[in-house]
């Protein structure tokens, strides 16, 4: 029988940091994550010392390197181990990190993400799976072909797609760690280059570099460390799927619905309780088929609700207010973790000029090729 | 002067007609192209025998490639999500390298044929929409 992160010991995250998300530099993956873990303790108001273990997010980078970077912080001995899960990397060392705290083990461990884009090659080629598409079908032109698809069952149009990276490039231009911070009009996201199907170059997002971290800590920590409850925020849920077989309804979408389903059942929630959604809005579409898979609305209404501003930071619920994927950008192993920072700094009411009024409830959301899902629930 | 596939194991290039190599758990009555060749994906059934898929189909979805960074083919051409009439959902080409425009056609697979500079020829099948099977690729 399994067990739900609820009927564990409570989980709460009480420090998060972050390195901007940068185009490919010459910076080195240490120097990323250091800052980004220092940035977490400093706010959180524990030392490295108190730290008992350690995972990190990465997908792209090299084997064997969290000492490299976690020994700049003071060799305290504690266990330390990669998480690698594509896409959502960054969101299963959260996960890992979460369980370590909720059963007992440690009462603080960190969630770091960090990743360069050095070499990283897609698993079917290292499964020796060969297809009449191989190469030519890049993940832009997957999503590409679901988006010409819902087009044609749900009448939407290119503009309706590109809307949601002029809503994500709005709250990216409020994000000072997002890698494009400039708020977009729909003419610019319209225009070319043209990469594959509706998709133009800024409804595609931008694969760089940096780092995120987020330290979760256990009831106990909480008081014998001192540390500020009124700036702890609770782990509600935590539920991890991969791909099963659909009989021909959407993988992407299926996944989600059903991990997304599981993340919220497990906390009492519906999908309208939900003040916050961060998400893999990898490609524009993604945010459509998503918000619709997660029960936020009807099948093939997503589009027209993101145009009357449903989805906006102040609307019904604000999705992507980092500026998501698009915006925010997409290292990978960071990728998940940067968004539990985002619902974080929303949550604590501490997001400044893009934040979303009486947040209380926030969901994460992350596939990663192959297909895995992971959803995260969090609460004040 | 031999023919070789583009795309090994996945047809025989020799056929006069595009034909795919797929497999079959004959426990679960589904087909699988590209061939799972190590168990079935819907109950773990390792017995899987090898079958030939007809490349005939009613298109899913398509997508116009205007971006690739591969030598292999020059964009723009189309990629296209096929429900062949054999089960699987797969991906190929299609030959028409100007029109994405094609949900719900039926579609069929034609050789299409490269020949490099010392005359090898290199086959694949490549997907025409029936209201253009009467041209020649």
């Known amino acids: 029988m ?13 420090g998060i940091g972050l390195h901007p998300y940068q185009k490919p530099s010459d910076t080195p993956y240490t120097a990323l994550g250091v800052h980004a873990i220092r940035a977490a303790i400093e706010d959180a108001g524990i030392s490295w010392a108190d730290v008992n273990s350690a995972y990190t997010g990465t997908a792209t980078t090299a084997m064997g390197m969290s000492r490299l970077m976690y020994r700049h912080l003071g060799a305290t001995g504690i266990p330390m181990v990669q998480v690698e899960n594509a896409s959502a990397s960054g969101s299963t060392a959260f996960r890992q990190a979460c369980i370590e705290v909720a059963s007992g083990l440690t009462n603080v461990s960190i969630a770091v993400g960090v990743d360069k884009p050095l070499g990283a090659k897609m698993p079917q080629r290292a499964a020796g799976i060969r297809d009449l598409g191989g190469s030519r079908v890049a993940p832009f032109t997957h999503f590409a072909l679901l988006a010409n698809r819902y087009m044609h069952d749900h009448g939407a149009t290119p503009e309706q797609f590109a809307a949601v990276a002029v809503k994500n490039s709005k709250n990216g231009a409020l994000n000072p760690n997002a890698q494009r911070q400039k708020a977009r009009t729909m003419e610019e996201v319209l225009a070319p280059p043209q990469i594959s199907g509706p998709l133009t170059k800024l409804q595609c997002c931008p694969i760089g570099e940096g780092a995120a971290a987020a330290i979760v800590v256990s009831e106990d920590a909480l008081t014998q460390l001192g540390l500020d409850r009124s700036r702890a925020v609770r782990v509600l849920s935590s539920a991890s799927r991969s791909e099963t077989v659909y009989e021909g309804e959407n993988f992407d979408a299926a996944l989600t619905r059903e991990t997304t389903a599981q993340a919220l059942s497990e906390t009492g929630l519906k999908p309208s309780d939900l003040d916050l959604i961060e998400l893999h809005d990898a490609f524009t579409m993604e ?14 209404q997503a589009a027209s609700q993101l145009v009357e501003g449903q989805f906006d930071i102040g609307g019904r619920v604000a999705v992507s207010s980092s500026g998501g994927l698009l915006s925010m950008g997409h290292p990978i192993g960071p990728t998940g973790i940067g968004q539990i920072c985002e619902l974080t700094t929303q949550l604590r009411g501490e997001a400044g000029k893009r934040q979303h009024a009486n947040a209380k409830k926030g969901l994460a959301h992350m596939v990663g090729v192959g297909a895995v899902c992971v959803v995260h629930v969090l609460s004040v | 002067m031999t023919n070789t596939a583009i795309h090994p194991g996945l047809y025989d290039p020799y056929n006069p007609t595009p034909a795919l190599n ?9 087909n699988y192209f590209p061939p799972l060749g190590m168990g079935c994906e819907r109950c773990g059934n390792p017995d899987l025998r090898s079958v030939t898929l007809s490349t005939n189909g009613t298109v899913h979805s398509a997508a116009m490639v205007h971006l690739h960074g591969g030598k292999d083919i020059d964009a723009p051409f189309v990629v296209v999500e096929i429900a062949l009439d054999d089960g699987p959902l797969i991906r190929g080409l299609l030959a028409n390298n100007t029109n994405d425009d094609v949900i719900g056609a039926r579609v069929s697979g034609q050789w299409m044929k490269r020949v490099d500079d010392d005359g090898n020829v290199s086959v694949e099948p490549r997907f025409i929409t029936d209201a253009e099977s009467g041209e020649s690729l």
């Open chain 1, 287 to 300: 945010e459509l088929l998503y918000v619709e898979a997660m029960g936020l609305c009807k099948e093939g």
């Open chain 1, 2 to 14: 399994n067990t739900a992160l609820k009927d564990l010991r409570p989980v709460y995250v009480v």
């Open chain 2, 22 to 30: 797929g497999t079959r758990c004959e426990k679960c009555k589904v």
